[in-house]
């Protein structure tokens, strides 16, 4: 029992038969199990295991330097004995007090042998070498983030509630988690975690969080407690977008959003999407140009949707009727805000913007970048294809047709003029 | 009422007596037989004299809302970005001016015209041509900028004679060279099938079937005629006119319905629903089509009182003095023409009845309210 | 990628002789015609001036074979000089746009007279079967 209590102190890592010797342990033993001396030693059984792994993973000054022994290729230390157990063996032993209680039910066992274990071997090589390769966490495709099983992107579940406030029907989406390396005079360099998340409940409340601590998931619990203390309310138009284009910046990111319909669906970086779906917008196009730092992104596009005007406002502000126009509506004028008073057309400036969509953008223009024609498009194959399809062009929807009328591609003219094998037949 | 009326029908059908009612009573079993314009006198100078139209076109009660609904099969898969101006006032009126012009195109009637007659007309005829081959020849005249009507299509039968086509050929033809959009070349099954069609009325899609019935055929065309003739007399019996309300069939219903003399549940309807102006109105359009109604002229004079007021699209809360006087004398010309020649005395009374009961009550109302607001 | 229009693509000489023929598109075992225009030397295989109509000589389900004419345009080559082939003017002919061409009359006694001619035979065979029975 001993032994066993100083193998799970990983005490001692050495082979069992090294150790029986010294500690001059005798079994009670009929068998041939050897209890002599082992007369040859090598290099192995000479040294402990701890020195033994050192010769092989320690790694020169000099190459510590040049970054020898990280990365990929680098060998780590592992526990060889890994899944064996004292009293199991090559020979599957019955050892009462040992591998088994002395007294089962009112039974006094007795030592005995019993049969092998054919795959006990490769058993223990499994177990052993399942240390060494590198797992990959699997995740279930609904709770994966962005990438894998990275978290950004993933759910993180409503805040914790605060006193007896619970956050119902509020769920948090990382949106950035990384290591900081903070330099400082007593303890050198130290590794902090910075979290940003975004919380909401998809009906127009939502706030994001930034949080830091040394380790991850405390930083993450931080950042959705402190997104949940700062929630915002947006208005979402008709229940599925915003309420009109806009532009917004924040330091060297420039974001501009545009209003869609409904069932176009988010168009936009990925952290603005996951805002979008924690605040319950359903459609909108969002285009980033500058810097692509995200945390200024999510800040940019808070700042934005808080600086939205609703159509009452805007109305307000131009003194003019807001007037909607739907397609799907054959363009009825419908107006959506009137303002109290209402300038004519001689107050109206020369230089005025009256173009709604300029005036809420605040007379920026969206870089619309030139499409180029499909590489394939250019080169003379593809036009060829597409002379010898001229001759296919209406062949599937004449099948169609045909399957449609006769239930199978045939025309009238395959009853008056059937095909030579049925002819015969 | 019309429970009562029902209750009455099933118990003893025979002792009512009148068309309407008869015509009622075996629609409900859905046996519904067509009737075309096939008569010896012609709707179309009726229906296109601009009194009727006018008529016809207040009866429909358009409603922007319904008028402009959203469309499903409007020819776009993807709905658009919606866009925004800001408009003064004056702007603001033209566009709605616009939008006016806008209903007026989608609220367009289709026309209701006489059956169409076959074309007889041979050009010439060659005994020495028999034999030269079995099939037909036909020759389309593809010359750019003819209209369908006018397009010269002519057959050589193998007799040798040389004749202008009949209109189902030349239909067929036309859409063959020059097609249009949404119309099949072969007749749809939804049509072809009476079976289809009468699962298609009874889940009530009447506007679906008249759209497609419009692409399809020509307004003068027999399968035109039953297939919208079944149409209305399904809506007839189901008494689901407000489906059809604000959209373009309305109008060619209501003219159907009283083209044979059997507006009356329309009548009823109308009575019911408060719509006492309209159903002066369509005493007035009976007047104008038939000239059998009791006090004809004086529902005529009234319609022209009439169609000045703006359209009411629901029941009205208050009223002024004038509102009273008109409405009063609408109910009292609808007494005389349910006394003189309506089919279906018993229920419109009682419904003339209960609308003067709750017009009473409005009265009451709106007059207690003028005094409380020291106006009078 | 769309067809060429009917408007025609080829090249265009003012004074030299043009004809209105058939030219046959389609496929192995599906004749179609066009009605085009184009100049006397040309090949068929070359773009024409202006197509002025088409023609199926497959008769279709109804037992007809259909026929297009642009009578404008075919009459504004004909003033222009054109030549019209003997396949073109037989159509033109049953249309009624020109007098009966005199082949369509040769074809159709022709076919009378073969009629005859097969009506004749089968009698024949069927006075001979009857004597050779009795």
């Not at chain 1, 962005?146 to 619970?166: A, H, Q, V, Y």
């Not at chain 2, 079993?29 to 010896?40: A, F, I, N």
Request: aromatic fraction near 8%; glycine fraction near 6%; hydrophobic fraction near 35%.
């Amino acid at each position: 029992m001993s032994t066993k209590i100083l193998t799970l102190c990983n005490i001692i890592s050495r082979p069992v038969n090294v150790l029986l010797k010294q500690n001059n342990v005798t079994p009670n033993l009929k068998t041939n199990f050897s209890t002599t001396s082992v007369s040859c030693i090598s290099f192995f059984n000479k040294l402990p295991a701890e020195k033994l792994w050192k010769s092989v993973t320690s790694v020169s000054n000099a190459g510590a330097k040049k970054g020898r022994g990280r990365g990929t290729g680098r060998i780590r230390i592992r526990d060889l004995n890994r899944g064996q157990v004292i009293g199991v063996g090559k020979i599957n032993m019955l050892w009462p007090g040992l591998s088994a209680p002395v007294i089962r039910g009112r039974e006094l066992l007795k030592q005995q042998r019993l049969p092998d274990d054919q795959e006990r071997l490769e058993k223990l090589t499994k177990i052993r070498d399942s240390m060494t390769k590198f797992r990959r966490i699997r995740l279930n495709p609904i709770e994966r983030g962005w990438s894998g099983s990275k978290l950004p992107g993933r759910s993180l579940g409503p805040p914790d509630p605060i006193g007896e406030d619970e956050f119902t029907g509020f769920d948090t989406k990382v949106l950035q988690l990384r290591s900081l390396l903070i330099m400082k005079g007593s303890l050198g360099r130290t590794r902090n975690f910075q979290a940003m998340v975004v919380t909401g409940n998809g009906q127009g409340l939502a706030g994001f969080g930034l949080g830091r601590a040394k380790e991850a998931p405390a930083a993450l619990r931080k950042a959705k407690n402190r997104a949940g203390q700062k929630l915002m309310h947006f208005e979402i138009y008709n229940g599925h977008t915003i309420y009109h284009d806009f532009f917004t910046a924040f330091g060297k990111t420039k974001i501009f959003v545009q209003k869609k319909n409904e069932g176009y669906g988010l168009m936009c970086h990925r952290a603005i999407k996951e805002i979008c779906q924690a605040i319950g917008i359903k459609d909108l196009r969002a285009k980033v140009e500058g810097s692509n730092n995200l945390q200024h992104i999510v800040k940019a596009f808070f700042i934005g949707l808080l600086q939205q005007r609703t159509h009452q406002q805007l109305a307000e502000e131009k003194k003019l009727h807001l007037v909607e126009y739907k397609d799907e509506n054959e363009n009825f004028p419908k107006v959506v805000a009137s303002p109290s008073e209402v300038r004519t057309k001689d107050q109206i400036q020369k230089n005025e913007t009256l173009d709604f969509t300029q005036y809420v953008m605040k007379d920026k223009v969206i870089l619309k970048k030139r499409k180029f024609p499909r590489f394939y498009e250019t080169m003379p194959h593809y036009k060829v294809y597409l002379k010898k399809y001229e001759k296919y062009r209406n062949h599937e929807k004449i099948r169609l047709n045909l399957k449609t009328e006769y239930g199978e591609v045939k025309s009238f003219l395959t009853d008056k003029y059937p095909e030579k094998a049925e002819q015969e037949a | 009422m019309s429970l009562i009326f029902r209750r009455l029908a099933r118990n003893n059908p025979r002792n009512i007596v009148t068309d309407a009612q008869i015509l009622i009573i075996s629609s409900r079993k859905l046996s519904l037989v067509p009737s075309l314009y096939d008569g010896d006198q012609d709707p179309a100078p009726k229906f296109f004299s601009s009194n009727v139209q006018i008529l016809l076109k207040r009866l429909t009660r358009p409603d922007f809302n319904k008028v402009f609904r959203k469309r499903t099969n409007h020819g776009f898969s993807v709905l658009k970005t919606p866009s925004y101006k800001f408009l003064t006032n004056e702007e603001l009126e033209e566009e709605i001016a616009k939008a006016n012009e806008k209903a007026d195109r989608l609220l367009q009637m289709p026309p209701v015209v006489k059956i169409q007659q076959h074309i007889e007309d041979v050009l010439s005829n060659d005994p020495a041509l028999i034999g030269y081959d079995t099939a037909k020849y036909i020759f389309t005249d593809i010359t750019f900028g003819v209209a369908n009507e006018h397009r010269i299509i002519i057959e050589r039968d193998p007799d040798g004679t040389l004749r202008s086509c009949d209109h189902d050929v030349r239909k067929r033809l036309n859409q063959a060279y020059f097609p249009l959009n949404g119309r099949k070349l072969r007749e749809p099954l939804m049509f072809a099938d009476i079976e289809k069609l009468n699962s298609l009325l009874d889940r009530e899609k009447y506007e679906f079937v008249l759209d497609r019935a419009c692409v399809q055929y020509e307004p003068d065309e027999p399968s035109y005629q039953r297939v919208t003739s079944i149409t209305y007399q399904h809506v007839d019996s189901k008494s689901k006119y407000e489906l059809l309300r604000s959209t373009r069939h309305f109008g060619p219903m209501t003219f159907y319905l009283t083209w044979h003399k059997s507006m009356d549940n329309l009548m009823l309807e109308l009575i019911q629903g408060g719509a006492v102006r309209e159903a002066v109105l369509l005493s007035a359009l009976r007047q104008d089509i038939h000239g059998d109604v009791a006090n004809g002229d004086v529902a005529r004079t009234l319609a022209q009182q009439i169609l000045p007021t703006p359209v009411q699209l629901t029941k009205p809360e208050t009223l002024t003095e004038e509102d009273i006087q008109l409405d009063s004398k609408c109910v009292e010309c609808i007494e005389k023409y349910i006394t003189g020649t309506s089919s279906m005395k018993s229920q419109q009374e009682l419904a003339l009845q209960g609308f003067r009961e709750y017009y009473q009550q409005l009265i009451d109302l709106s007059r207690g309210l003028k005094k409380a607001h020291g106006k009078q | 990628m769309s067809l060429p229009p009917a408007s025609g693509t080829g090249r265009y000489f003012a004074r030299a002789a043009k004809s209105i023929r058939l030219i046959r598109q389609g496929c192995t075992n599906r004749p179609f015609f066009h009605i085009s225009v184009t100049h006397r030397r040309r090949l068929n295989s070359q773009p024409v001036i202006e197509q002025l109509g088409s023609y199926d000589p497959m008769p279709n389900i109804n037992n007809e074979k259909l026929v297009a004419l642009n009578l404008e345009r075919i009459k504004y080559w004909l003033g222009q000089g054109a030549h019209v082939t003997n396949p073109v003017a037989e159509l033109l002919g049953l249309s009624g746009f020109f007098p009966i061409h005199p082949r369509s009359y040769m074809t159709a006694w022709r076919n009378r007279r073969t009629e005859r001619e097969n009506l004749a035979k089968l009698e024949e065979q069927k006075a001979k079967e009857a004597t050779t029975a009795s």
